[in-house]
């Protein structure tokens, strides 16, 4: 039984403040003490007239001595020391089955990872004994042909079974044959009893079943009476199902030895069914991760643009009110007759320069909104929710987007040198798609690209292609090619065998899941695209990736799409609004990228 110590009872911060309100309370007078007459606690110096007694559990604590209604601490005392004592109680209680479940758990993991039966079997009695009281146990197997058990295991100062157990017959062959655990104890009493030599006095015996047969039994005893109780039945019957586990676990593996060709067969489509597992388990991971983000990118973009509004909705009013009101200056500083007062605070604020750089500073200000509404744009264009069905997105856009969500990492990715970013578009129709899908492709391959350029000792590069071709690979519908090329290390033709195999990954743990590019696969696939990566080592790496304007069969379709849309190219707007310079290579305008700072 917890011993909870009086004192330090007393002492506690809360019962002191408990006892001195309810003196003050009442007006009491009088001390507390415990069995040995030691003064815990006092609000007068004189003896008492009363004395009276502190009890818990028909044991005496301590006393109280006071006036008559000082009496009225004890029932506080005792219901205080009740709560210590069912606190640590409760504390003790939560231990030990916090022990029990980290001991279950490490026999399921050794259990679970072994195919050899003997050696659990005996790892099993052996923990069943320090988490039961016991003298002894042993695990059986039951021979089928003979229906006799068979020792696989035991424990104790002496052999278990001093001659042959028959299933229904005795203590143990008829509790396995009810099909059920069962506490005994008092052997002699029990009704199978035959009278055969007791090795125990006290027994708790569960069957092992597997797949609802019955392949042997679990025993655990005491040669000295224990009254065991349900706590120690269904521990035991715990223990009994990781003994069934391992008996089907070897059972298997001698029919899988026996039959090899089947088993090679069944492997084969495990194997099957596992990779289409994980693809499915990779595709709802990322899913759901890129479901979350967009929820929680598009909050924020909502609640960043409100303000945003607020300010470029009324920036425009302020350049108009500042341009008045430099204006009124002027015309005063014009007509007005020389004040010195005005004239010193006219030089103290530098009145020309003010009225220089106030102007400037409006519109400085005005371009920063731009930034901030592009980026707001950006992240809601790139986090939009999925829609049902595909709907014409503009691929370009949702390339920008990618770039200036990843605008920070391009300008570190490369150490001092930083990235450069090529953007080669030639002008495409609106593309039939999942645009956010597209966007998961775009962040994906230039993320793992800018992973590529970290900690090279040269300028890194990306290079972003486009282009509107007919192939065969596409049943010759038109088609948007993307290129995304780096200048990195490239890869070996080992890597690239393995690169869209899920949770393969070339990346440090914890950096890297494997399922980035298994993802992106899984949408070209989606798309009735094709995805193609050419990379050798020392020559960087390019993804190719190909997706069909239409993803109807009409192949009329794509025509009228381009037909109906105007190929006139527009140079790309950079951060602060003015169109970023272009050059022409081959009689195609090549834009080149600059992270903004």
């Known amino acids: 039984m917890l011993k909870i110590d009086f004192r330090k009872l007393i002492l506690k911060k809360d019962i002191l403040a408990l006892l001195d309100d309810f003196a003050n309370t009442t007006g009491s007078q009088f001390t507390i003490e415990d069995t040995e007459g030691q003064s815990l606690y006092r609000t ?11 009890e818990f559990s028909g044991e005496l604590i301590g006393w109280v001595n006071g006036s008559q209604n000082a009496g009225g601490t004890v029932p506080l005392l005792v219901y205080a020391f009740k709560q210590e004592f069912e606190k640590k109680n409760l504390a003790h209680e939560l231990l030990e089955r916090y022990q029990e479940i980290d001991l279950l758990h490490e026999i399921s993991i050794q259990v679970t990872a072994s195919l050899n039966l003997k050696p659990v079997s005996r790892l099993l009695i052996q923990e069943a004994a320090q988490l039961i009281p016991s003298t002894g ?4 197997l039951l021979d089928k042909k003979n229906n006799v058990f068979e020792i696989l295991a035991e424990i104790g100062g002496t052999s278990y079974l001093q001659h042959p157990i028959k299933l229904g017959e005795g203590i143990i062959g008829s509790i396995v044959q009810m099909g059920r655990g069962e506490i005994v104890n008092n052997i002699v009493s029990y009704p ?3 009278g055969e030599r007791k090795q125990f006095n006290s027994l708790i015996c569960v069957p092992l079943n597997v797949e609802e ?9 005491s040669e000295t009476s224990i009254n065991y109780t349900n706590r120690d039945l269904k521990l035991l019957s715990i223990l009994a199902m990781q003994a069934g586990v391992a008996i089907e ?3 298997l593996y001698e029919q899988s030895c026996e039959a090899a060709k089947i088993a090679q067969i069944q492997a084969q489509q495990l194997q099957n069914t596992l990779h289409e597992l994980q693809q499915t388990q990779a595709q709802l991971i990322q899913s759901e991760k890129m479901s979350s983000l967009g929820q929680l990118v598009a909050g924020i973009a909502h609640e960043i643009n409100n303000p945003v509004n607020f300010i470029s909705g009324n920036i425009s009013h302020a350049q108009q009110y500042v341009d008045d009101l430099l204006r009124l200056v002027q015309i005063y500083q014009s007509n007005c007759n020389y004040v010195p007062e005005i004239q010193a605070l006219i030089e ?7 009225s220089e750089d106030l102007p400037k500073l409006i519109g400085s200000m005005s371009l920063g909104i731009k930034r901030v509404r592009e980026i707001v744009s950006s992240l809601r264009n790139f986090s939009r929710s999925e829609q049902a069905q595909m709907t014409a997105a503009d691929i370009h856009e949702g390339i920008d987007s990618t770039l200036l969500i990843l605008n920070n990492r391009l300008k570190t990715g490369c150490g001092k040198f930083g990235i450069e970013v090529i953007k080669n578009y030639e002008v495409l129709p609106l593309v039939e798609c999942y645009p956010s899908q597209l966007n998961q492709i775009f962040m994906n391959i230039i993320a793992n690209a800018i992973d590529a350029l970290e900690g090279q000792e040269k300028e890194g590069m990306i290079t972003i292609s486009t282009s509107l071709e007919n192939g065969k690979a596409l049943a010759n519908y038109p088609h948007a090619v993307i290129q995304i090329q780096d200048n990195g290390s490239g890869m070996s033709q080992a890597v690239r065998d393995r690169l869209f195999e899920p949770f393969f990954t070339t990346k440090p743990i914890g950096k890297g899941t494997g399922l980035g590019m298994p ?6 696939e989606k798309h009735n695209g094709t995805i193609e990566c050419i990379s050798k080592p020392g020559q960087g790496t390019t993804f190719c990736i190909q ?25 790309p707007i950079n951060t602060v609004g003015a169109p970023i310079p272009t050059t022409v290579v081959n009689g195609t305008p090549v834009t080149v990228f600059t992270p903004a700072t």
Not at 46 to 52: D, E, I, M
Not at 137 to 140: F, N, P, Q, T, V
Not at 560 to 567: E, F, G, R, V, Y
Request: charged letters at 20%; a positive charge.
């Open 44 to 54: 007068i110096n004189v003896n008492a007239s009363t004395k009276y007694p502190i």
């Open 547 to 571: 997706i069909p304007i239409s993803s109807r069969k009409n192949s009329e379709l794509p025509k009228k799409i381009l037909n109906k849309t105007s190929l006139t190219f527009q140079p």
């Open 519 to 524: 993802i992106c696969r899984k949408i070209v």
């Open 137 to 140: 146990g042993a695990i059986l």
């Open 192 to 194: 199978r009893f035959l």
């Open 213 to 221: 047969r019955v392949v042997g039994t679990i025993v655990i005893g």
């Open 249 to 251: 676990k070897a059972l």
């Open 348 to 354: 103290e604020i530098d009145l020309d320069f003010l």
